[in-house]
Nanobody, 114 residues
Framework: VQLQAFGGGLVQAGGSLRLSCAAS????????MGWYRQGPGKQREFVAS???????NYANSVQGRFTVSRDNAKNTLYLQMNSLKPEDTGVYYC?????????WGQGTKVTVSS
């Protein structure tokens, strides 16, 4: 499966962005899809994930500010980011986890200015 993330950009602190990740084919709702990010000089870290039948998971640093969702009919994963902070700056990647392996999208850059 191919994943294409988009929606990143430059935003001021306190602002909002909505990221999208489009999959090239149908992904069953039971398959975990998630967002990760890599800030400047940092390792890639978990942001949020979602699958049917379970509550979404969030990193502590984004809990209450970010919302992950998916539209299975459109094969698209979303990340609504509100109250953005400069420390949210980074390249955001989407990921699909199958039992046999995983796939990464190419990433979309988010820059939050102070």
């Amino acid at each position: 499966v191919q994943l294409q993330a988009f929606g990143g950009g430059l935003v001021q602190a306190g602002g909002s962005l909505r990221l999208s990740c489009a999959a090239s084919r149908t992904i069953h709702s039971s398959v975990v899809m998630g967002w990760y990010r890599q800030g400047p000089g940092k390792q890639r870290e978990f942001v949020a994930s979602i699958r049917s039948g379970r509550d979404p998971n969030y990193a502590n640093s984004v809990q209450g500010r970010f919302t992950v969702s998916r539209d299975n009919a459109k094969n698209t994963l979303y990340l609504q980011m509100n109250s953005l902070k400069p420390e949210d700056t980074g390249v955001y990647y989407c990921k699909v986890n199958y039992w046999f392996g995983h796939y990464w999208g190419q990433g979309t850059k988010v820059t939050v200015s102070s």
